[in-house]
T-cell receptor
Framework: DQQVKQNSPSLSVQEGRISILNCDYT??????FLWYKKYPAEGPTFLIS?????DKNEDGRFTVFLNKSAKHLSLHIVPSQPGDSAVYFC????????????FGEGTQLTVNP | GAGVSQTPSNKVTEKGKYVELRCDPI?????LYWYRQSLGQGPEFLIY????????DSGLPNDRFFAVRPEGSVSTLKIQRTERGDSAVYLC?????????????FGPGTRLTVL
């Protein structure tokens, strides 16, 4: 039972363009969502998060959008840079603190110079 | 400051052996989590500690897996009678455990290979 799904295993974009990574979830109890970035041989690194009471959160080049009715969130990176090339994981939790994270399968983003 | 550290970084063992994986969380973080990541998948929750006690161990796959955090800081994940299917990267994460923020900080992981 995959409660968090990232349907695109990979995405390739040109440097300077926008990268859009998508994530769908099925559990309506999720109320906090996070995006993590992972480089090879390293642990996931927190990127940005959003609470279910909001529909948008922005931090520099990174913006996360949440559509609760569609149970869908997306991460926008603009402009994309070659250093953004990594695996991006979407994660969700049912409480805003002290709770397990449920991860998607990940999307490998490649930003070409 | 120091992040989450995990030792060893790599562990190769034979089927049926016992292994221990160690996690040193960020100082002052009360919450500690163990996840397992198989190839091509996202991290999968195993167990969560709040202080010394296991607040949620529902992700442990069976009774061969056990974890402790006796002093509320360092944690050890123990796997008995290892099987080839246990091969994965075992990730540890910690968080401040504060309300309104569930950002978890991950270590680099221990890659376990069971031959």
């Amino acid at each position: 039972d995959q409660q968090v799904k990232q349907n695109s295993p990979s995405l390739s974009v040109q440097e300077g363009r926008i990268s859009i990574l998508n994530c769908d979830y099925t559990n309506s109890m999720f109320d906090y969502f996070l995006w993590y970035k992972k480089y090879p041989a390293e642990g996931p690194t927190f990127l940005i998060s959003i609470s279910s009471i909001k529909d948008k959160n922005e931090d520099g080049r990174f913006t996360v959008f949440l559509n609760k009715s569609a149970k869908h969130l997306s991460l926008h990176i603009v402009p994309s840079q070659p250093g953004d090339s990594a695996v991006y994981f979407c994660a969700a939790s049912t409480e805003t603190s002290g709770s397990r994270l449920t991860f998607g399968e990940g999307t490998q983003l490649t930003v070409n110079p | 400051g120091a992040g989450v550290s995990q030792t060893p970084s790599n562990k190769v063992t034979e089927k049926g052996k016992y292994v221990e994986l160690r996690c040193d969380p960020i100082s002052g973080h009360t919450a500690l989590y163990w996840y397992r990541q198989s190839l091509g998948q996202g991290p999968e929750f195993l167990i969560y500690f709040q202080g010394t006690g296991a607040a949620d161990d529902s992700g442990l796959p069976n009774d061969r897996f056990f974890a402790v955090r006796p002093e509320g800081s360092v944690s050890t994940l123990k796997i008995q009678r290892t099987e080839r299917g246990d091969s994965a990267v075992y990730l540890c994460a910690s968080s401040p455990g504060l309300a309104g923020n569930n950002e978890q900080f991950f270590g680099p992981g221990t890659r376990l290979t069971v031959l």
